[in-house]
């Protein structure tokens, strides 16, 4: 989930008093904390051909030899589901889609996983009905799993073993992959998630390792988006009605948590998480206020005195309908999408496609295009 500055995860955010190029409608609500009173539905450049069933969850890959040439994969989370491949464009690439997977929930991609002794991109998706996790390699989209890899094992109940969120980490100084995982339900006693490493088994097919088991669950709702900065080292994941929650991504410095934010003014549930980077280490941590089709924006980087400190900076209200997920890149793309690209799930089964500029609007910093 992770090429030069990229991350994933479901997203959010409200563009305060201001106006885009793209036409947007100027909605009276009353006013939050870090907006203004009168806020603008952002309208998206591209809104994808749609799914079969129903959008959940989307990720970016970014084309190393020809950023236009890019690719988005998107779950459509039905017992006949799937992973659809779509292209900058939103078209769909038929030969690229993964058909028949039982219940698609989120994907996550990452760079550089050694397999028979070369670097291989991956997507990751969890597939809730069979407890598996399903990979495939970018950008060709063939399955490098042995038909699936299961996880929560041990576990009782299909709601303790239902997989829904995922987010790969890439540690930068060993370049080891994992997979951190969620599920439809679990424990309350700081285990709700389980981190494995992926390699290689010896055959070019990918195996997972458990690692560790960590993080707290307030009982209330679920968990389901996991969002990672690698860069930074950490891992976020929604508490859903009760806020995000903040961890080092990293099991060799221990599970505590570090942070509990975006607790005040969501409407039902928090969702998507996606981060928004500069190579200084700052940028924005977008969180989807799904009822309300809004994201809340918080500094990656915390405050001077404390980098776990995530104060909100912005809200801002999208087009797309109670959003789960969503996916954001800060690299220039093509001539569209030349500030980085947010991507984000909307209930009409289709995926729509952002550009930042129109999300950050006079309020926050938007990536260079020779210098993301």
Known sequence: MFYSFLFSAGVATILSGCTSSTGNTTVNDAPAKGTDTARVIVQPLVVT???????DDPAIWINPADPAQSLIVGTDKDEQGGLYVYDLQGKIITSKTASGLKRPDNVDIEYGLILKGKPVDIAVATERLTHKLRIYSL?????????????????????????????????PATHTLYA???????????????????????TGNV?????????SYSGKKEIESIAVDDELGYVYYSDEGVGVRK??????KGNKELALFAREGFTQDHEGISIYSFPDGTGYILVSDQQANQFYI???????????????????????????????????????????????????????????EDIAGNDLRIASPSNP
Request: no cysteine; net charge negative.
């Open 49 to 55: 051909e749609p799914v079969l069933y129903d959008t």
């Open 139 to 171: 950008p060709d989209m063939k399955p490098i799993d042995n038909g699936g890899i299961p996880v929560f094992a041990g576990e009782t109940g299909d709601m303790f073993r239902d997989l829904m969120g995922i987010a790969l980490y890439k540690n």
């Open 180 to 202: 951190i995982v969620g599920r439809k339900n679990g424990p309350t006693d700081g285990s709700y998630l389980w981190q494995y490493e992926l390699a290689d088994d010896g």
């Open 207 to 215: 195996k997972a390792t458990l690692v560790r088991k960590f993080g």
């Open 247 to 252: 961890y080092y991504a990293d099991a060799a």
């Open 298 to 356: 918080y500094p990656r980087e915390g405050t001077a005195d404390n980098p776990h400190n995530h104060t909100l900076k912005k809200i801002v209200k999208v087009a797309a309908v109670e959003s789960d997920g969503s996916d954001i890149t800060s690299l220039p793309l093509n001539a569209t999408f030349q500030h980085g690209l947010f991507v984000v799930m909307s209930t009409d089964k289709t995926f729509h496609y952002y550009r930042w």
